[in-house]
């Protein structure tokens, strides 16, 4: 039967999620099993007729930041860690097209073997014909996270709102809710918010870079099946940052 539900509240989004959603309980890497539930969560929105862009970290392989912390020189740990975006990417693509839905990874480091070079004209055209854009390798430069790669992306792209998806938690919290019960849930926080009170939900160049171009940020639970279709449905727990 065909979804009579209301349209969705969005016709073009970025989906920004970490590296370490893909790793399931392992600790390290991807998960192939937890790589599926997740696509099957786009490929459902996919079939609402909405526009999907995605970026995902590459935490689960290697983290610039934590191997320039041992030692290693900054910027070729983050070119590491861009090639680790890169595998996910790949990995994203293949559960997708095994699903039935078209998709192209586009790297901002040209790799031509496997992945597009980033053209925003081309990347667009790709949104039109109703297929997934999973944007690689951060910014192609280091220093710059996936967080603000996937602000930056979104803005080029025209997104209308950028999905967070977050392991274990519905929403922006004032603290951890996993060792804080009294932690306060945020239905609504502001960019300057989350600035001032340095709420984990992206670093502080993508919060400002979102504010300052008006793209309101949706964080909710990656772990529920339903919850990126639901959002887009009106229903489901998450927090609006906005300005």
Known sequence: MADTEQDPTYKRVMLKISGEALMGDQGYGLHPPTVERIAKQVQSVHEMG??????????????????????????????????????????????LEGLGVYTRVISAITMN???????????????????????????????????????????????????????????????????NPDAKRYDTVSYDEVLQKNLKVMDASAI????????????FPLDDPNGFRGILQGKGAHTLVKG
């Open 208 to 219: 400002a870079l979102a504010r300052d171009n008006h793209k309101p940020i949706i964080v």
């Open 50 to 95: 909405v526009e999907i862009c995605m970026v995902i970290g590459g935490g689960n392989i290697f983290r610039g930041l934590a191997g320039s912390a041992q030692g290693m020189e900054r910027t070729t740990a983050d070119y590491m860690g861009m090639l680790a975006t890169v595998m996910n990417a790949l990995a994203m693509q293949a559960a």
């Open 113 to 179: 073997e496997v992945a597009e070079p980033y053209i925003r004209r081309r990347a667009v055209r790709h949104l039109e014909k109703k297929r997934v854009c999973i944007f690689a390798a951060g910014t192609g430069n280091p220093y710059f996270t996936t967080d603000t790669a996937a602000t930056l992306r979104a803005n080029e792209m025209a997104c209308e709102a950028i999905f967070m998806g977050k392991n274990g938690v519905d929403g922006v919290y004032d603290k951890d809710p996993k060792t």
